[in-house]
T-cell receptor
């Protein structure tokens, strides 16, 4: 079956512009996660969705970052007024979300964002 | 707070030689541990995971890892490395009971020489 997909695979933007990154989780997975991978910071958690609600937004670095999920499926991560330090690979993951801790997160290929 | 340390930033190994990647964790309860691999330009692929039971875990691509509670370690091993094993490897811990995020180590880059 299909895995987690993300689009675009690469995005180059100018400082100050807004960008939207999309994630399509594995069908039937109710839990969805966004992480950021950048040089010097490694892999950082951004936000977690269970269904359409986000019980944990603790990793969003600033109020320029927001995310939503609709229909319990597709999620969009939006970065407003992008800064050069936002340049990173943004990874999305999904899991079954049936409860309990013993769940495996499956990752998408990522979106590589470059802010000029 | 949970944390993961991968002491080796970069390892070079000859093709056919054995490989061991170190991972140490800090966690307040029974940890759930994972190893992921990331090839250049790719996402993260799960190699193996430890939740409970047998402390020696077998994964894909011939990898195995051993959970040692006394040493707070979860080292990854492969007896004979192939050139295609060149990649970055991440150890991760979590999630906690009310916290579903994974905490990752900084990663170890493996170079395989012919």
């Amino acid at each position: 079956g299909a895995g987690v997909s993300q689009s675009p695979s690469n995005k180059v933007t100018e400082k100050g512009k807004d960008v939207e990154l999309r994630c399509d989780p594995i069908s039937g997975h109710t839990a969805l996660y966004w992480y950021r991978q950048s040089l010097g910071q490694g892999l950082e958690f951004l936000i977690y969705f269970q269904g359409n609600s986000a019980p944990d937004k603790s990793g969003l670095p600033s109020d320029r970052f927001s995310a939503e999920r609709t229909g319990g499926s597709v999620s969009t991560l939006t970065i407003q007024r992008t800064q050069q330090e936002d340049s990173a690979v943004y990874l999305c993951a999904s899991s079954l979300g049936v409860g309990g801790r013993a769940e495996t997160q499956y990752f998408g290929p990522g979106t590589r964002l470059l802010v000029l | 707070a949970q944390s993961v340390t991968q002491p080796d930033i970069h390892i070079t190994v000859s093709e056919g030689a054995s490989l061991e990647l170190r991972c140490n964790y800090s966690y307040g309860a029974t940890p759930y541990l994972f190893w992921y691999v990331q090839s250049p330009g790719q996402g993260l692929q799960l190699l193996l995971k430890y939740f409970s039971g047998d402390t020696l875990v077998q994964g894909i691509k011939g990898f195995e890892a051993e959970f040692k509670r006394s040493q707070s370690s979860f080292n990854l091993r492969k007896p004979s490395v192939h050139w295609s094993d060149a990649a970055e490897y991440f150890c991760a811990v979590g999630p906690r009971s009310n916290d579903y995020k994974l905490s990752f180590g900084a990663g170890t880059t493996v170079t395989v020489r012919a």
